[in-house]
């Protein structure tokens, strides 16, 4: 089997007002601290080969940012549930990522992203215990990585290998 790794992406620093909150813009803060969390990303020889993005409009400039700091040219999977989902739902789309890729990168939405790092933590990694359920800044990102399937990201099933907050 294969060394799977998941990054997992909270939105960066959006706008507090919008015609509803699936419409709220980044802060151009928000916007700086995603191509630095790009960089970082890349700097870690992070390349995914799928990405899947939350249709709300901060999610999907945070990929933006994200990419060009980067330097990804990939073009991700706009999902909506991902919006209002719950860790199950998103793990619902790691599932069945092609068993060629491996490497995915999820951007969503606190709590649904501290509650899936939390729950998938197996507490072997070395940044095991980073994420506390709730607690999951803006322009963040976790990576696990397991040895295995898709399918093998279960609950307590993947090692936090790396936890960072990217402020520009």
Avoid: C, K
């Amino acid at each position: 089997m294969s060394s799977r790794r998941l990054v997992v992406v909270r939105h960066a620093r959006a706008q507090q007002a919008a015609e509803s909150d699936v419409q709220r813009p980044l802060h151009p803060e928000g916007t700086a601290d995603a191509r630095a969390l790009g960089a970082w990303l890349a700097s870690q020889r992070i390349e995914p080969g799928v990405a899947y993005v939350s249709r709300a409009v901060r999610t999907r400039q945070t990929w933006d940012a994200l990419a060009a700091g980067a330097g990804w040219e990939l073009a991700p999977h706009v999902d909506g549930a991902l919006y209002d989902t719950d860790e199950a739902g998103v793990l619902e789309l790691v599932h069945v990522t092609p068993a060629d890729v491996d490497t995915v990168v999820v951007v969503g939405h606190n709590p649904t992203v501290s509650m899936l790092v939390a729950g998938l933590d197996d507490g072997t990694g070395a940044a095991s215990g980073a994420v506390e359920r709730g607690s999951f800044p803006t322009a963040t990102a976790a990576v696990l990585e397991l040895d295995g399937a898709w399918s093998d990201f279960v609950a307590t099933g993947a090692r936090l290998e790396e936890f960072h907050v990217a402020r520009s």
